[in-house]
């Protein structure tokens, strides 16, 4: 959602949904990049409000440029240059930082897709994860991606995840969705 992104400059009063919401979305989502709310409200408790969601600093309109410049270098400063954690499941390991996936003794190049499939999957793991569910995370609210291009990422998957005589770790649940779990679990 926002990885590579160094500030983001987000504004409260949004025409679908507002700043706050998309705010605490980002913090939900355990992503620690610097957020700048720019808002017409310039209220106290609206500033208050905007920095206990999560905002690193709060700026009111109208403002100057070179205001806000110096805000996004201030930020950027303070932000901590933190490697993401892996995501492990039992012996495949996922490498956010690179879009990798261990497993084996091989690593492997995961195309954007076939990353964001594996991470909803193994944050997931031990439960059915909906075809739905994965189309939205792996192309995005309202895309109009078919059951066969989802079937058509797994398959890529499941040929990278399991190389021959090693356990199956994605599993079809027929009808409705896919799963990361052990073959003896469930």
């Given at each position: 959602?926002?990885?590579?992104?160094?500030?983001?400059?987000?504004?409260?009063?949004?025409?679908?949904?507002?700043?706050?919401?998309?705010?605490?979305?980002?913090?939900?989502?355990?992503?620690?990049?610097?957020?700048?709310?720019?808002?017409?409200?310039?209220?106290?408790?609206?500033?208050?409000?905007?920095?206990?969601?999560?905002?690193?600093?709060?700026?009111?309109?109208?403002?100057?440029?070179?205001?806000?410049?110096?805000?996004?270098?201030?930020?950027?400063?303070?932000?901590?240059?933190?490697?993401?954690?892996?995501?492990?499941?039992?012996?495949?390991?996922?490498?956010?930082?690179?879009?990798?996936?261990?497993?084996?003794?091989?690593?492997?190049?995961?195309?954007?897709?076939?990353?964001?499939?594996?991470?909803?999957?193994?944050?997931?793991?031990?439960?059915?994860?909906?075809?739905?569910?994965?189309i939205q995370e792996g192309w995005g609210l309202g895309s109009e991606v078919s059951d066969a291009n989802l079937y058509f990422f797994v398959r890529a998957l499941r040929s990278k995840i399991t190389a021959p005589g090693e356990e199956e770790l994605l599993?079809?649940?027929?009808?409705?969705?896919?799963?990361?779990?052990?073959?003896?679990?469930?």
């Open positions: 959602m926002t990885e590579g992104l160094e500030v983001i400059l987000l504004d409260v009063m949004l025409p679908c949904m507002d700043g706050l919401t998309v705010l605490r979305r980002i913090r939900d989502a355990r992503l620690n990049t610097p957020v700048i709310l720019v808002s017409a409200r310039d209220a106290g408790p609206d500033i208050v409000h905007g920095l206990d969601a999560g905002a690193d600093d709060y700026l009111t309109k109208p403002f100057e440029l070179d205001i806000l410049l110096a805000r996004v270098r201030a930020v950027s400063r303070r932000a901590t240059v933190s490697q993401p954690a892996d995501l492990v499941f039992r012996d495949l390991r996922l490498k956010p930082a690179t879009y990798q996936m261990q497993r084996g003794g091989r690593t492997v190049s995961l195309t954007r897709t076939e990353y964001v499939l594996l991470e909803t999957l193994i944050r997931r793991a031990g439960t059915v994860v909906p075809r739905e569910v994965l599993h079809t649940v027929r009808g409705v969705g896919y799963s990361i779990r052990s073959e003896d679990c469930c």
